[in-house]
C-alpha cells in the first residue's frame, strides 16, 4: 500500500493521484508537515550544538571531542549538502512514524511514497539541487582551467569526480540491516560466528605503542609521511552533521553511551591504560548522501544503501591550497589587486615572508598559546585559513600550507613579468595550474613508488595511456575509511623543529606532538616554518612495525588539550569503517585477487608473524572479521614499499584512475604545451623549498632520509623554467601546441587494467 491509498483508507477523502504539496490533500499535507517538523527539529539541533560549542570555546573549556566535531564541521557547500540530507532523512522518518502511527499495521516501508511525491520532498530539503546535473556550456573558460568543484572535468558526467558527491565503493556496503546501520551497532550481533571486538580494546591490545619504543625509517624521510597527510588533504574528507544530539530523541552525543544517530559512541573496555571503564569517546556518523540510508521510500534495490559524501574533489588539483568550492577558492583570493595572488597575512610575516591569513570565523579553537605556557600575557592568533579546514590540525601540515602558498604567489608574480598584459583571473588560473601540475608529477614521480613499491608502482604506472572519460575518479570510500590511513601508522611522536645546521633548535627545539595541534601561534611565534620544514627533511619517518604501530601521541594524547580525556586515532579509523559499512578484511583480499586466511595458521603465514595472528584471531575470532584498516596495515610491506600488498594494491588503483579519469591531467595533450611539460617534469619539492624559504641546503629528493652533509646546495638544484609560459601568438599560453603528440596511439597500450591482481608475498 502506498501513502496515497494509505491516506485513502484512513481519512476517506478524495484522492488527487501523484498530488502537489501545494493542493489541499491529505498526502500533501502530511508531506508538507512533517517536512515543517523535520526543518525544525535539524535547525533546532545545529543551533544547539552550535551554542554548546560556542559557549564552551568561550568559557575555554573545549574537551576533545568538541574539537573533533568542530574539526569535521562542514562549512559552506558541504554545510548544505549535509542539511539538505539530514531534512530529507528527518522528513521519511516523520512520515513513516506518522503512517505508523495512525495506521496499526506495519506498511511496507518501500513502497511508501509515489515518486513524484520523492521528488516533492527532494525539491522541498533542497536535494534535488544537491544531484542535479549542472550545465557545462555556461562557462567557456572549463575547457582550460579546473573549476573549483571540479564539476564538468567530466562532460558526459559532469559530476564524476567533483566535491560534495557520494565516494564510490568497490564492493558493496556492509550494514547490520543492510541500509544503513553501522556494524557493530548491535554488539551481540554475529559475523561469521563472533562478535566484532570493541574497537578500544583493538587499539589497546594491538596498536599501542610506547613514544620510547618507536623505530624510525632508514630510508625515508618524516617528509614523506607528512607529504601523505598533505595529499589526502587534497583528495578526501568525509563530513559529519553538524548536530551533536540525536535527532530522533534529542540526546547529546557527548553525554552518552547510547547509539542514536548521529551519536555512534565508542565503549571503553573495562581495564584500559588512560580512559575510565564504563565511559565512552563520542563518535559522530559521517553524513549521509541525500536520500541514501533509509528504507522509507520508494527506489527499492542498493539505491538507497547509505553513503558518504566527499567535500572534496577527488583529482590531484591542490584543492588544499586553493579551496574546493567557489566560495572558498574566492575568499582565499587577494582580489584588491590584479596580480592574481593569495590573500596573505596582514599583521605577521616569517622573516618577511608571506604567512597565510586567518580565518574569519569568530569561534576559535586554536587559541592556546597562553594556556600552553602558561603566561597569561602573551599574544594570542586565531586559526590559518586555507584550502583545506584541517589546515591547523598539527603545525606541521600547516607549514606545507605555508610553504604552497607561498609557491603559488611566487609563480603569479613572475608570470605577471613575463606576461604584464595578462588578468588578474589568468594570472591566478595560470599560478593554480602549474602548482597542480607539480602535485601530480610528485605524487607519481616520487610519492608512490616508495609507497606501493616498484612491482605495483610499474603495472599500475607505465606509459601514460591518455585520458579516459570512462575512468571514474571518484575517491573510493575504502580508500579514504581504510587504505590511505596507513600514514598514521608513520608519524612520529615528535614535531621536529632544526636549526640551520640540522640540529635541533636552541631557541625551538621539537616538542611532542600531542602539543602540536592547532597551533598556529607557532608557526607565527616561534621561528617561522624553516625550522619545521627542515626538521621534515632531516629526520626520519616513522616505521611501521607489527608490534610498535601507533604512537601514543595519536592513540592517547590526540587533541588532548585541556580535559584529560583525549581521541584514540585507531579506535577512531576502526570505528569509521564500522560506520561507512566498509567489508571486513578477507573481502578484500579477493577484491584483490589474493589469497584470503580462513584460520590462524594461514593468517600467521601471511603476516609472518604467529603471535600477531594469534591475537587478532583472539579479537575477530575469524580473520575475514578483521576490521580492513588493521588487516592492511599489519600485513609485511611489499618489496620496496611501506604497505602490504592489500593496501598497494587498494591505493594504486585509486590513484591510477585519478590519473586516468582527470581530463585536465598534466600529460594529457592540450593540458599544456610540449614545452611546459619539459618544464613541469622537472619540478621538485626540493627547489619549491628554496625559492620560498631561508632553507639554502636540501637533499636533493626530500623523501629520502640522508645526512645533513650529502644536502646540495640550493644553488646547484635547477630553477623551474617559466619561458615555455610567455605569451606568443595572439590565442594565448597552451593554445599554439605543436607538441600535441597522442600518446595512445604512441604508447605501448594501457597499463594493465586487470592488474588489480598483486601477487601475495
Ligand atoms: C599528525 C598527523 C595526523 C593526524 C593528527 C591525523 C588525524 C586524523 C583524524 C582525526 C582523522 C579523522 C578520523 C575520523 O574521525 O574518522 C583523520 C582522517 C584521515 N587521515 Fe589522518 N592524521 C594524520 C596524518 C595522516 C597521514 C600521514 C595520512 C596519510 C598518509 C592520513 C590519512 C588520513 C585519511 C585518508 C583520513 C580520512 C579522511 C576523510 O576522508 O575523511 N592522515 N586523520
Ligand atoms: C515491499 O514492496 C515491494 C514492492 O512492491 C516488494 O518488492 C517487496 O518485496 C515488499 N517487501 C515486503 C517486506 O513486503
Ligand atoms: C540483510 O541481507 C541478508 C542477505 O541478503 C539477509 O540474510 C538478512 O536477513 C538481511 N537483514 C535485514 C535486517 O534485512
Ligand atoms: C603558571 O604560572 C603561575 C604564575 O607564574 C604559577 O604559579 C603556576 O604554578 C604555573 N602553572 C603551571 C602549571 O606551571
Ligand atoms: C576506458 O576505461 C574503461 C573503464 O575502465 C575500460 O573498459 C576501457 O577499456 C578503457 N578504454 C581504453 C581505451 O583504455
Ligand atoms: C587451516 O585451514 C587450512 C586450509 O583450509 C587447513 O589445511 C588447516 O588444517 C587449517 N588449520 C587449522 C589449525 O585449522
Ligand atoms: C618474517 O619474520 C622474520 C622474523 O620474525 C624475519 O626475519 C623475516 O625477514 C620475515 N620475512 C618476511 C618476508 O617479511
Known amino acids: 500500500m502506498n501513502l496515497h491509498t494509505f491516506l485513502f483508507v484512513v481519512s476517506c477523502c478524495v484522492l488527487t493521484p501523484y498530488a502537489l504539496v501545494n493542493e489541499e490533500s491529505a498526502e500533501s499535507r502530511i508531506i508538507l508537515e512533517s517536512f515543517e517538523e523535520a526543518k525544525k527539529i535539524v535547525d533546532s539541533a545545529y543551533k544547539f550544538s552550535r551554542d554548546e560549542s560556542l559557549a564552551r570555546v568561550r568559557k575555554d573549556v573545549i574537551n576533545p571531542s568538541d574539537k573533533f566535531c568542530l574539526l569535521r564541521q562542514p562549512a559552506r557547500k558541504t554545510r548544505e549538502a549535509v542539511r539538505a540530507a539530514d531534512y530529507m532523512a528527518q522528513t521519511l522518518r516523520l512520515i513513516s512514524e506518522k503512517t505508523h502511527h495512525a495506521h496499526k499495521r506495519s506498511i511496507n516501508a518501500t513502497n511508501l511514497l509515489t515518486p513524484e511525491e520523492l521528488n516533492t520532498i527532494m525539491r522541498l530539503t533542497g536535494c534535488s539541487a544537491q544531484t ?62 563472533a562478535a566484532l571486538p570493541l574497537v578500544r580494546l583493538v587499539s589497546n ?10 623505530t624510525s625509517d632508514r630510508e625515508f624521510s618524516y617528509m614523506l609521511s607528512i607529504f601523505g597527510q598533505w595529499i589526502n588533504h587534497d583528495l578526501s574528507l568525509a563530513p559529519s552533521s553538524p548536530s551533536i544530539k540525536s535527532f530522533s530523541n534529542g540526546l547529546n552525543c557527548v553525554e552518552s553511551c547510547e547509539r542514536s544517530e548521529p551519536c555512534f559512541p565508542i565503549q571503553v573496555p573495562k581495564r584500559d591504560s588512560h580512559l575510565s571503564p564504563n565511559s565512552c569517546m563520542p563518535v559522530f556518523r559521517s553524513s ?99 584550502g583545506d579546514d584541517r589546515v591547523n590540525q598539527n603545525i606541521v601540515i600547516t607549514s606545507l600550507h605555508i610553504l604552497f602558498m607561498r609557491e603559488h604567489n611566487r609563480l603569479a608574480r613572475a608570470l605577471r613579468i613575463l606576461n604584464p598584459s595578462w588578468s588578474s583571473e589568468t594570472l591566478y588560473q595560470e599560478a593554480r595550474k602549474i602548482v597542480g601540475a607539480y602535485h601530480q608529477v610528485m605524487v607519481v614521480r616520487d610519492y608512490l613508488p616508495h609507497i606501493v613499491g616498484p612491482d605495483t608502482f610499474n603495472r599500475r604506472f607505465g606509459v601514460y595511456p591518455g585520458y579516459n572519460e570512462s575512468v571514474d575518479p571518484s575517491i573510493a570510500n575504502v580508500f579514504g575509511t581504510a587504505a590511505f590511513r596507513f600514514g598514521h601508522l608513520t608519524i612520529q611522536p615528535m614535531v621536529f623543529r632544526l636549526d640551520e645546521h640540522y640540529q635541533n633548535h636552541p631557541q625551538f627545539p621539537s616538542v611532542p606532538l600531542f602539543e602540536a595541534f592547532f597551533s598556529p601561534w607557532r608557526a607565527i611565534f616561534e621561528g617561522g616554518i624553516d625550522p619545521l620544514l627542515r626538521g621534515l627533511i632531516g ?35 576502526l570505528q569509521r569503517s564500522r560506520d561507512h559499512g566498509i567489508p571486513g578484511y578477507n573481502a578484500w583480499r579477493q577484491f584483490c585477487g589474493l589469497s584470503t586466511p580462513e584460520n590462524e595458521t594461514e ?32 600485513e609485511p610491506f611489499v618489496p620496496g614499499g611501506r604497505v602490504g600488498p592489500l593496501f598497494a594494491c587498494l591505493i594504486s588503483m585509486q590513484f591510477q584512475r585519478i590519473r586516468e579519469g582527470d581530463r585536465l591531467w598534466w600529460e594529457n595533450p592540450g593540458v599544456f604545451t610540449k614545452k611546459q611539460r619539459t618544464s613541469l617534469a622537472t619540478t621538485s619539492l626540493a627547489r619549491i623549498i628554496c625559492d620560498n624559504t631561508g632553507i639554502s641546503k636540501v637533499p636533493k629528493d626530500p623523501f629520502r632520509f640522508s645526512k645533513p652533509s650529502s644536502y646540495v646546495n640550493c644553488k646547484n638544484i635547477p630553477a623551474f623554467d617559466l619561458s615555455p609560459w610567455i605569451e606568443t601568438g595572439v590565442c594565448g599560453v597552451g593554445n599554439s601546441d605543436s607538441g600535441n603528440e597522442i600518446p595512445q596511439s604512441l604508447s605501448k597500450g594501457p597499463p594493465d587494467h586487470q592488474g588489480d591482481k598483486v601477487k601475495s608475498g
Open 132 to 193: 542535479r546535473p549542472p550545465s557545462c556550456r555556461t562557462t567557456p573558460l572549463i575547457n582550460k582551467y579546473r573549476t573549483a568543484t571540479s564539476v564538468c572535468n567530466n562532460r558526459r558526467n559532469p559530476l564524476l569526480g567533483a566535491s560534495n558527491t557520494p565516494f564510490t565503493r568497490w564492493l558493496p556496503a556492509q550494514y547490520e540491516d543492510n541500509v544503513s546501520q553501522p556494524k557493530g551497532w548491535n554488539p551481540n550481533k554475529l559475523y561469521n560466528g
Open 539 to 573: 629526520q626520519p619517518a616513522k616505521l611501521n612495525t607489527q608490534d610498535h604501530m601507533m604512537v601514543d601521541a595519536l592513540r592517547e594524547k590526540m587533541f588532548a588539550f585541556i580535559s584529560p580525556i583525549a581521541s584514540d586515532l585507531a579506535s577512531l579509523n
Open 205 to 214: 591490545r594491538i596498536l599501542s605503542t610506547a613514544d620510547a619504543n618507536v
Open 288 to 386: 549521509p548522501t541525500c536520500g541514501s540510508g533509509n528504507t522509507a521510500y520508494m527506489f527499492g534495490g542498493s539505491a538507497n544503501v547509505r553513503e558518504q559524501i566527499n567535500s572534496l574533489t577527488a583529482f590531484l588539483d591542490a584543492g588544499q591550497v586553493y579551496g574546493s568550492e567557489d566560495g572558498l577558492a574566492k575568499d582565499l583570493r587577494d582580489l584588491s589587486n590584479d596580480g592574481g595572488l593569495l590573500r596573505v597575512n596582514k599583521q605577521y610575516s616569517d622573516n618577511g615572508r608571506e604567512h597565510l591569513p586567518f580565518t574569519s570565523v569568530n569561534s576559535n579553537m586554536c587559541a592556546t598559546r597562553r594556556q600552553t605556557l602558561n603566561d597569561t600575557s602573551l599574544t594570542e592568533v586565531p586559526c590559518f585559513t586555507a
Open 603 to 634: 593468517l600467521a603465514v601471511m603476516m609472518n608473524n604467529t603471535k600477531l595472528a594469534h591475537q587478532l584471531v583472539k579479537l575477530y575470532g575469524n580473520p575475514a572479521n578483521i576490521d580492513v584498516w588493521l588487516g592492511g596495515v599489519a
